[in-house]
């Protein structure tokens, strides 16, 4: 038996500290090309414009780089009391206010919704607050399970 | 108008095969920077009490919301911006041997329609090796 030692004190903290993510057209056309986003926007910025966008487009999952990096602020902070020998990812949602675009510079809020535990695992569920400004882009919600320490 | 309208509910948009190698996955660590060794080194996903080295499941989301917003293009030049919202669920992992490739299939189907909201919902189904890997996998796109 054993417990997951997810501390639940820190549902309803947000962390800033990130640094802002500044999307660039290498960065989406290396991911576009693992995941299989062939479509062109993503990679030919002539053929981007043509479609109204601003610069090449991020794929729907892109969002992921930036807000694993900017949960490992909490994740990887002792604090937590995640160990991430022990962790699963079992959920993930993107919503998007609009595209993420090469040129973009992202600001980060991950929010701690929740800690659940049951039987020795815990669910730990943080939101990501995408925004560029004052506007918002995008949210991920990311959904980890953590299994207890075999004792 | 967009074809979306007019497509029956329940019929199938869409299906794509991927072949998942052990590169796809060093690749994905590099261009994601998730570098977890769960994902290339077999001892240490056999010491995490994995059967072997598995996909990253944010890989095999992205595979599957390429193979939709890869569809979207086709219907118009900025078709990929459709999707709103895309959620999954990591049911199974996909195990990845160390030579050679697993197949994933992944399946739209057009799952609702809402004319009045102006948005239908894509269920996307990823099977390797007969098992199904993600669970309640859905896109929200805009009509």
């Given at each position: 038996?054993?417990?997951?030692?997810?501390?639940?004190?820190l549902?309803?903290?947000v962390?800033?500290?990130?640094?802002?993510?500044e999307?660039?057209?290498?960065a989406?056309?290396a991911?576009?090309?693992?995941?299989?986003?062939?479509?062109?926007v993503?990679?030919?910025?002539?053929?981007?414009?043509?479609?109204g966008?601003?610069d090449?487009?991020?794929?729907?999952?892109?969002?992921?780089v930036?807000?694993?990096g900017?949960?490992?602020?909490?994740?990887?902070?002792?604090?937590?009391?995640?160990?991430?020998?022990?962790?699963v990812?079992?959920?993930?949602?993107?919503?998007?206010?609009?595209p993420?675009?090469?040129?973009?510079?992202?600001?980060?809020?991950?929010h701690?919704?929740?800690v659940?535990?049951?039987?020795?695992?815990?669910?730990v569920?943080?939101?990501?607050?995408?925004?560029?400004?004052?506007?918002?882009?995008a949210?991920?919600?990311?959904?980890?399970?953590?299994?207890?320490?075999?004792? | 108008?967009?074809?979306?309208?007019?497509?029956?509910?329940?019929?199938?948009?869409?299906?794509?095969e991927?072949e998942?190698t052990r590169?796809?996955?060093?690749r994905?660590?590099?261009?994601s920077?998730?570098?977890?060794?769960?994902?290339?080194?077999?001892?240490?996903?056999?010491?995490?009490?994995?059967?072997?080295?598995?996909?990253?499941?944010?890989?095999?989301?992205?595979?599957?919301?390429?193979?939709?917003?890869?569809?979207?293009?086709?219907?118009?030049?900025?078709?990929?911006?459709?999707?709103?919202?895309?959620?999954?669920?990591?049911?199974?992992?996909?195990?990845?041997?160390?030579?050679?490739?697993t197949?994933?299939?992944?399946?739209?189907?057009?799952?609702?329609?809402?004319?009045?909201?102006?948005?239908?919902?894509?269920?996307?189904?990823?099977?390797?090796?007969?098992?199904?890997?993600l669970?309640?996998a859905q896109?929200?796109?805009t009509?």
């Amino acid at each position: 038996m054993g417990t997951s030692g997810v501390d639940a004190s820190l549902v309803g903290r947000v962390f800033t500290a990130t640094p802002p993510f500044e999307v660039d057209r290498s960065a989406i056309r290396a991911f576009a090309g693992v995941v299989g986003a062939t479509a062109p926007v993503h990679h030919d910025p002539t053929a981007a414009r043509a479609a109204g966008f601003a610069d090449v487009v991020a794929p729907v999952t892109f969002a992921v780089v930036i807000a694993q990096g900017a949960e490992s602020e909490y994740v990887a902070d002792p604090a937590s009391g995640i160990d991430f020998s022990r962790v699963v990812h079992a959920e993930e949602s993107f919503t998007h206010v609009r595209p993420i675009v090469a040129g973009d510079v992202l600001r980060t809020a991950v929010h701690v919704d929740s800690v659940t535990e049951r039987g020795g695992l815990a669910l730990v569920t943080t939101r990501t607050e995408i925004t560029s400004g004052d506007d918002a882009v995008a949210t991920v919600v990311s959904t980890l399970a953590v299994r207890g320490a075999e004792s | 108008m967009s074809p979306l309208r007019t497509t029956d509910v329940g019929a199938e948009l869409f299906v794509r095969e991927v072949e998942i190698t052990r590169e796809l996955l060093v690749r994905y660590a590099g261009a994601s920077g998730d570098v977890n060794a769960i994902h290339y080194n077999d001892a240490v996903a056999e010491a995490a009490g994995l059967p072997g080295v598995i996909a990253h499941g944010m890989l095999t989301m992205g595979l599957a919301g390429s193979a939709l917003t890869d569809w979207l293009a086709g219907l118009d030049d900025d078709g990929v911006a459709r999707v709103v919202r895309y959620g999954v669920r990591f049911s199974r992992p996909i195990v990845v041997p160390a030579l050679g490739s697993t197949t994933l299939v992944v399946t739209g189907t057009l799952g609702a329609r809402d004319d009045e909201a102006g948005t239908a919902r894509v269920d996307l189904r990823a099977v390797c090796d007969g098992v199904t890997v993600l669970g309640k996998a859905q896109a929200t796109i805009t009509l």
